[in-house]
Structures are given as C-alpha cells and as structure tokens.
C-alpha cells in the first residue's frame, strides 16, 4: 500500500511540472503535449501555482515570487513579490 502511495506522488509531481496546450478553435487538447515546464520555459523551475498572459508577457507565480518571463527573449526578465499583484 505505502509503494502505492509513494508511486502516485511521483506521478502527481511530475504533472504539476508539465504544461498543457488546449486548442480553442478545435476545442481539444494539442498533441505533443504535456511538456516539461523546465525545458519549455529558461528560468522556470519548481511548481508553479499559476501563470497569466498579460501583454506579451507571461507571469508564473511560485511561492511568494512572480517571474516575469518574455516570449520573444525566452527567458525571465524580471521577478516580483507574487503580492505586488493585489498592492499589497
């Protein structure tokens, strides 16, 4: 039973470290996916709580940090307290 258990967290840690892609305009999810996390974005590591496109930009919050990762650069340009978001 506990090597159960230890297998499904290693399954479940591995998902959250991968990223999906959902077609819209098809309206199902795109091959080739889930990919790693680390290898689709430099600079991205560990478990993201969330991510947000806004202005060409994309935002992965982890923990207390927000990343501020550019698309044409592909790599993290700038990183904030995840609570500036809320003006805190």
């Known amino acids: 039973m506990e090597q159960e258990r230890e297998k499904?967290?290693?399954e479940n840690g591995a998902r959250e470290r991968e990223k999906q892609s959902f077609d819209e305009v098809q309206r199902k999810m795109e091959t080739d996916f889930p990919k790693s996390i680390?290898?689709?974005?430099?600079?991205i590591n560990g478990r993201i709580d969330a991510a947000v496109e806004v202005n060409g930009f994309i935002y992965f919050f982890l923990g207390p940090k927000a990343y501020k990762y550019d698309k044409e650069k592909e790599d993290v340009v700038n990183v904030v307290k995840s609570s500036s978001w809320v003006g805190c």
């Open 8 to 10: 499904q967290r290693k």
């Open 38 to 43: 680390e290898d689709e974005f430099s600079g």
